[in-house]
């Protein structure tokens, strides 16, 4: 008896997924993808070509018999070896994932049940294959009673033996087919139902909804090649006792496993194909300045100004609403004025509240101006309490009985050592000449200028980045009044008509990876640029970096075809008051303008939205398909900007290779022989 080449097929399908290529390339890449399951299957083969040559019946004598016997559990070892050496870090990050999606999902009763037996029976496979390994090194301590029950349990028509595993395996991922069970629906289908709904998914795995998807594959893919590989040892022992031929059994099991594996690779493909491949990060648990978040700082701000203030003559003949846009000319008096840090900017969108009011003003050294506003009226601007500077009474006056000098609040555009609101312009690429690749993105702030910060690492066969290599390089360490360092080219400086930041998912052409990340401006907006390389995934090399490189952008403006469109932000309030979670509320192709926080709630005294400054990177390192910048937040709160990475597409490399037939692998083990 001869095994089938399902082995071949099953393993190279799984190596398909955990190691992505092209899909014109199909043919080299599945050259050497089935380097490894030519040689568990030529071992295989070898095994029952020694199971073969002798019949093992009960005439043999014992020396013999324990010899082949041993031979046959040498192959056993050397098959788990094989396996072990190839998925040790991938079946640490499907597990990973089984638990993750298991804990997560507790909302949705139908797949927590399912997540829960699922992780149940594949804990179930690795134990008896832990058992058949600890068997097979303990193998000359053994009674022979020993393992030839544990062959029959293997191979055992029971639900809880492997072969029943592998079949309740089977119909928990992909469901019932039959017209009386049709309702019953499959694990990957209700988790690919279920993504868009659990996006935190995303946050607590660190790996985008394809790669969830691609991880529970690889953990049923596993279970299902050790379970393949026990049975077959298991007829092979039981066959050395003379407990019969199974021939038969072996076709049987080989014609259903292909079945399933056909099956399972059909939902794959359809589920994976509308999986998004986004990697983000979900707000913190506690939000800490510097290492979760960072802000501008003061680029638009609330100031109390008098009218006589803001007009070369010092009259008050004007209201506030006349000045939409001014400045602060003098200190009428030296009144409040005197007792507050002077706008040395422009004055924007002035508006009357009431005449007299309390003012409760910051700290010094806090970038806030004021706490809060009590006006006479009742009506109170922030969130007001015990004011720990002490409150200043402001009265606005009358000149002369006919021009009232009313006390405006307006907002303050103001550069100062505490108007935190430049961007570096600066790119950051990773060392293509070492062969590395961006695999990681978070922002930074350094010397007051914001940065784009990458993860870089050294590109390998099929998408996967050497995990020892990776390491975040430093950004470009330059300050604002550096000798030679310039607004508009080094960096951008923001004020109340250039404030918006793009919005924007850039994906690379197919078979290009991204190398290279910077901001720009076109017009008055900050825009992404993300540069792309060739790269050849069955090698893992970039093709000829400084040729094939080049930047990718969304050109788009408000005048465009295709227009973007704005996030507008109503009444915000500080994005870390939020009380429940950010969640995205933007797409690709729109736009949102840095402003001041709501009067009423704030005072206006915070930039918002805030900038997101987690470590965005995947738990898996893979070469990275694109990259983008969106807005999440919550109703009535500011919200964070946030930096997303786009993973490498596996969905299209799910493909069952060409294999040769049994006679041609028969050939294959004779010649090797």
């Given at each position: 008896m001869l095994i089938p080449n399902s082995v071949v097929f099953y393993t190279v399908l799984f190596l398909s997924v955990c190691m992505p290529y092209q899909a014109e390339a199909l043919i080299d890449d599945v050259v050497e993808v089935l380097k490894l399951g030519k040689d568990i299957t030529s071992t295989l083969l070898e095994t029952w070509n020694l199971v073969e040559?002798?019949?093992?019946?009960?005439?043999?004598?014992?020396?013999?018999?324990?010899?082949?016997?041993?031979?046959?559990?040498?192959?056993i070892n050397e098959v788990s070896r094989k396996i072990n050496n190839f998925e040790d870090d991938t079946l640490k990050a499907a597990s990973w994932t089984v638990d993750s999606v298991t804990t997560f999902i507790g909302s949705n009763t139908k797949l927590e049940l399912k997540m829960h037996d699922l992780s149940d029976l594949l804990n179930r496979i690795q134990t008896q294959d832990d058992k058949m390994q600890s068997y097979v090194?303990?193998?000359?301590?053994?009674?022979?009673?020993?393992?030839?029950?544990?062959?029959?349990?293997?191979?055992?028509?029971?639900?809880?033996?492997?072969?029943?595993?592998?079949?309740?395996?089977?119909?928990?991922?992909t469901g019932s087919t039959d017209l009386?069970?049709?309702?019953?629906?499959?694990?990957?289908?209700?988790?690919?139902?279920?993504?868009?709904?659990?996006?935190?998914?995303?946050?607590?795995?660190?790996?985008?909804?394809?790669?969830?998807?691609?991880?529970?594959?690889?953990?049923?893919?596993?279970?299902?090649?050790?379970?393949?590989?026990?049975?077959?040892?298991?007829?092979?022992?039981?066959?050395?006792?003379?407990?019969?031929?199974?021939?038969?059994?072996?076709?049987?099991?080989?014609?259903?496993?292909?079945?399933?594996?056909?099956?399972?690779?059909?939902?794959?493909?359809?589920?994976?194909?509308?999986?998004?491949?986004?990697?983000?990060?979900?707000?913190?648990?506690?939000?800490?300045?510097?290492?979760?978040?960072?802000?501008?700082?003061?680029?638009l701000q609330g100031y109390i100004e008098n009218e006589v203030d803001m007009n070369n003559d010092n009259t008050c003949r004007e209201n506030c609403a006349a000045y939409q846009f001014s400045e602060s000319y003098s200190c009428y008096k030296e009144l409040f004025c005197a007792r507050q840090p002077k706008c040395n900017g422009k004055l924007l969108n002035c508006q009357f509240f009431d005449s007299d009011m309390w003012i409760c003003p910051s700290k010094p050294s806090s970038n806030r101006r004021y706490e809060f506003i009590e006006y006479e009226n009742g009506r109170t601007l922030g969130k007001s309490g015990?004011?720990?500077?002490?409150?200043?009474?402001?009265?606005?006056?009358?000149?002369?009985?006919?021009?009232?000098?009313?006390?405006?609040?307006?907002?303050?555009?103001?550069?100062?050592?505490?108007?935190?609101?430049?961007?570096?312009?600066?790119?950051?690429?990773?060392?293509?000449?070492?062969?590395?690749?961006?695999?990681?993105?978070?922002?930074?702030?350094?010397?007051?200028?914001?940065?784009?910060?990458?993860?870089?690492?050294?590109?390998?066969?099929?998408?996967?980045?050497?995990?020892?290599?990776?390491?975040?390089?430093?950004?470009?360490?330059?300050?604002?009044?550096?000798?030679?360092?310039?607004?508009?080219?080094?960096y951008h400086t923001m004020s109340w008509d250039k404030r918006a930041i793009d919005l924007d998912n850039l994906v690379a052409p197919k078979s290009h990876v991204v190398t290279g990340i910077r901001l720009r401006v076109v017009g008055t907006h900050l825009n992404l640029e993300i540069r792309v390389t060739e790269a050849d995934f069955t090698t893992g090399r970039l093709i000829d970096p400084e040729q094939t490189s080049f930047w990718k952008s969304n050109d788009n403006t408000e005048s465009s075809s295709d227009k973007r469109t704005p996030i507008k932000l109503k009444n915000p309030d500080i994005p870390i008051l939020c009380p429940s979670q950010s969640e995205i509320d933007s797409v690709s192709n729109q736009y949102i303008e840095f402003t001041h926080t709501d009067l009423d709630r704030d005072v206006g005294q915070t930039t918002v939205p805030y900038i997101d400054a987690q470590d965005v990177i995947s738990r898996v390192p893979v070469a990275l398909s694109g990259a983008g910048v969106y807005h999440k937040g919550k109703t009535n709160y500011g919200g964070f900007i946030g930096l997303k990475l786009i993973t490498y597409d596996f969905q299209p490399h799910i493909l069952t290779p060409r294999l040769a037939d049994e006679a041609e692998d028969i050939k294959i083990v004779n010649l090797q022989k």
């Open positions: 040559q002798t019949n093992l019946g009960g005439g043999v004598e014992l020396p013999f018999r324990k010899e082949k016997q041993k031979k046959i559990l040498n192959k090194l303990n193998y000359n301590d053994l009674e022979r009673f020993t393992l030839e029950n544990f062959a029959q349990w293997i191979t055992a028509q029971d639900t809880m033996s492997v072969q029943g595993l592998l079949e309740r395996i089977h119909l928990l991922t009386e069970n049709i309702g019953n629906v499959g694990v990957l289908q209700l988790l690919a139902d279920n993504m868009e709904e659990a996006q935190n998914l995303v946050c607590i795995s660190k790996q985008s909804a394809q790669q969830v998807l691609f991880q529970m594959y690889n953990a049923i893919s596993i279970a299902e090649l050790k379970g393949y590989a026990m049975m077959q040892f298991s007829w092979m022992i039981l066959r050395t006792y003379g407990k019969g031929n199974f021939t038969k059994e072996s076709h049987l099991m080989r014609q259903r496993f292909e079945d399933r594996v056909q099956k399972t690779q059909s939902l794959m493909r359809k589920v994976m194909e509308r999986a998004d491949r986004s990697v983000w990060r979900c707000d913190p648990r506690h939000h800490i300045e510097g290492e979760t978040f960072i802000t501008v700082t003061r680029l015990v004011c720990q500077t002490g409150s200043t009474k402001v009265d606005s006056w009358w000149r002369w009985l006919f021009w009232h000098c009313s006390y405006c609040l307006c907002i303050c555009d103001e550069q100062s050592v505490k108007s935190d609101r430049y961007f570096n312009l600066r790119e950051a690429t990773s060392n293509i000449s070492a062969n590395r690749v961006i695999t990681g993105l978070r922002f930074k702030k350094i010397n007051r200028i914001i940065h784009i910060q990458i993860q870089e690492g050294e590109l390998q066969a099929r998408g996967f980045v050497n995990a020892s290599t990776l390491s975040w390089k430093p950004v470009s360490d330059y300050k604002l009044l550096d000798r030679g360092i310039r607004s508009g080219l080094d």
